[in-house]
């Protein structure tokens, strides 16, 4: 058996050295899901679906934190928790309770692998690739590492058509944009940008600029024009919404609002991100919210 086929066995992975290699707890990804703020576990949703979007969550959250913070070598622990879906996927649960949550979730689903292979692909690239040259370059890393869970989200619904996935990637991959404008400091203290160089250039902006203690003028047109990209695929997305009934709508809306509320936070902080990350107010994103389970997605 290869190293990367050995089990993770309580927050463990077996190495071929003295010292063993850990991803994060188990246990810990798992509360840090549930204690996340809306939409990832709206209290409106069934508890069935919300358990579903939990163990979804947590395994994102756990691949990210092997891809951002595991000591050792991150490509072998991500190999790792490929070879368990492998196993999970041929009808052996991994030990955990997150494996166990996930493995119950696929199969009342009937989720695919394909989507969680590729988020753990969008790690493994994070491991070599800390720069992106273009808007399309960020976007094809955008079909790795966000817009899986928008499918994966559909298929809890049972909601997954080939129409629903080209809107839905629209709406993941602007969410992750403005993500990345929030945490410009975060990955930049970590070695990655995430801006697009060729934007930098445009606007004037060197690296050292996004670690300046204050974001100068042209830091921030840099970043209000990335979130008026990401503003317009969240449009782009919406019409989502409209085709969905039920809890989908109510889940989906959402996210939409979530990601509408951070950027009117974003532009309510004069796209400074470097000072503070700026954050949605609840009270604005509960509008946002309200809003489009109203119009169903239309403006």
Known sequence: MRPAEQPIRDGTVPGSGERAERP????????????ENFPVAMRLLPAAHRRHLLALYSFARMVD???DEAPGDRIRLLDTVSAELDRLY?????PGPLYRELAATIAACGLPREPFERLIDANRQDQAVRRYRTFDDLLAYCTLSADPVGRLVLGVFGADTPERRVLSDRICSALQVLEHCQDVVEDARAGRIYLPLDDLDRFGVGEDDLLAPRASRAVRALVGYEVQRAVQLLDEGTPLV???TGVARVAVAGYVAGGRATAVALADARFDVLVATPRPSRARTVAEWASLLVAGGAR
Do not use: E, F, S
């Open 24 to 35: 994060p707890p188990l246990q810990r990804v798992l509360a840090t899901a549930r204690g």
């Open 65 to 67: 934190d092997i891809g």
């Open 242 to 244: 409209g085709t969905l």
């Open 90 to 94: 041929a009808g052996t649960v991994p």
